[in-house]
């Protein structure tokens, strides 16, 4: 009896970890599971599904399980131009080490390489996507992981492009480490908070590198926007930390660095902005600190469109922009103070590394150039040095309570 009762104590034992534990199924042309769709239909919830090298053309792949999917080197998913690839609608999905390429294009529907729809704590993790509509599309979901993925494809105008990685109305998103290129824009933030953007590359994008709409509580650290239609847009945000990026080469008649509308309670610190048409264009933005960050190069460093109020700019580097600061108003009720600016002519006489006469960083030009944009033509002109010089001695159309009381004699490291 007590034979007995040991044998069928080890058969209940083995049935109900095999029923417990997550399998490991193989997809490849020898297989038990030749497609991708067979190998999730006969899935349970936190298998592993290895798809083997080789070229597998599906689309409208379905996970409705927590599964983790992941590919050796040269396995393909080739969505054949028909519609979204792969669509991730379950808590628990992973999806990593897959080249997914020829999405769908349609101008009525969003045909995506990878969409996420529903899904908490997801990881979709060094993926390359190539010859996409668009590339991971992130919808009403929250706690995942998009890291160190390729996005590219081969779009010649805005309106036949799509997002590299577009997110809606999520939460809690981490976008870590991707590089992105030749989309309308490289990363679009719709509605999205408490969410990461670090150490991403956004280049030779359409549109924008990185585009930000109705979405607070948000910080992007360690990127680079480079050469994109224009580098960064933030709109009708609040409460946004805008740390360590560098945004440059964003150059073109209408084009900037950033570009913020309507933003609220913002860090803007550490960043380089180099060679861009308009290094900062700020409109209808208040109380954002601007600190420690450097421009080089640009066109305009900053430009402050209008109703902008309580803004602080302290501990910048200004180096060889064409024009440092440019207003379209006389009224201001922003800080300018302890700022590098090249173009400060004043002294130091007692040494301790502050200027003794005050900078006005508002020329009278880039106040004629506001008015008048075909004026430009005349910025390395004698006559230019002149209006700007008289306009120093008595201010009459520049705000003349935009002064720098204590500009600094060094450039900050």
Known sequence: MNRLYFILSILFFTALTSAVLP????VCSSCEQITIKSAIEKSAEGDQIIIKPGIYREH????????????????????????TILKILADNVSVSNLKLRNVGHSYTKDFTAILVRESRNFSIKNNTLESVFFG????LSHNGLVEGNTVSSDNKNQAGAGNGIHIWNSTGIKVVNNDLSSM????????VKESLISDNRSHNNLRYGLHFMFSNNNSYTDN????????????FSKYIQMKHNTFKNNWGTASYGLLLKEIYDAEITDNTFQTNTIAVNIEGSTRVNYFRNSFEGNGWAVKVVGACYENVFKGNN??????????????NDNEFSSNYWNSYTGYDLNHDGVGDVPHRPVKLFSFIVNKNPEAIILLRSLFVDLINFSEKVSPIFTPDDII???PAMRAFK
């Open 23 to 26: 399998r490991t199924i193989n």
């Open 60 to 83: 409208d792949i379905q996970i409705k399980k927590g599964l983790t999917l992941n590919g050796e080197k040269g396995a393909v998913i080739d969505g054949e131009g028909a519609d």
């Open 136 to 139: 991971i599309k992130v919808e």
């Open 184 to 191: 309308r824009d490289g990363i679009y933030f719709e509605f």
């Open 224 to 235: 680079i926007f480079d050469n994109n239609g224009a580098g960064v847009a933030v709109m």
């Open 318 to 331: 200004f180096l060889g922009n064409a024009l440092d600061v440019s207003y379209n108003s006389r009224a």
């Open 404 to 406: 720098d009381e204590t």
